[in-house]
Nanobody, 118 residues
Framework: VQLQASGGGLVQAGGSLRLSCAASGSIVSGKVMGWYRQAPGKQRDFVAHIIPRDGSTNYADSVKGRFTISRDIAKNTVYLQMDSLKPEDTAVYYC????????????WGQGTQVTVSS
């Protein structure tokens, strides 16, 4: 399984970016797909995930109302739409896949840098 994240970049505070995670195989329809982020000197934190069975979503409190996770099963791709970006959103963003919300991540993507300037 390979997860290829893209879409990161430099944006001003208040701006938007959309991250994409292209997956090999058909795991988008069968696994919990999520996004995590890691700022310099900090641990990797959960951002959002989407449940395969019904497409329901869950978000970290820090991004609720600003970020939206979605998926395109036909394209085997997961997206993270990030609006109203803040400097504290600056981090390397990783997509991930796991069997369920009760298990550890099985697969990690390579990460994409998001930098938000003030």
């Amino acid at each position: 399984v390979q997860l290829q994240a893209s879409g990161g970049g430099l944006v001003q505070a208040g701006g938007s970016l959309r991250l994409s995670c292209a997956a090999s195989g058909s795991i988008v329809s069968g696994k919990v797909m999520g996004w995590y982020r890691q700022a310099p000197g900090k641990q990797r934190d959960f951002v959002a995930h989407i449940i395969p069975r019904d497409g329901s979503t869950n978000y970290a409190d820090s991004v609720k109302g600003r970020f939206t996770i979605s998926r395109d099963i036909a394209k085997n791709t997961v997206y993270l739409q990030m609006d109203s970006l803040k400097p504290e959103d600056t981090a390397v963003y990783y997509c991930a896949a796991r069997t369920s919300t009760y298990t550890r991540v099985n697969y990690w993507g390579q990460g994409t840098q998001v930098t938000v300037s003030s």
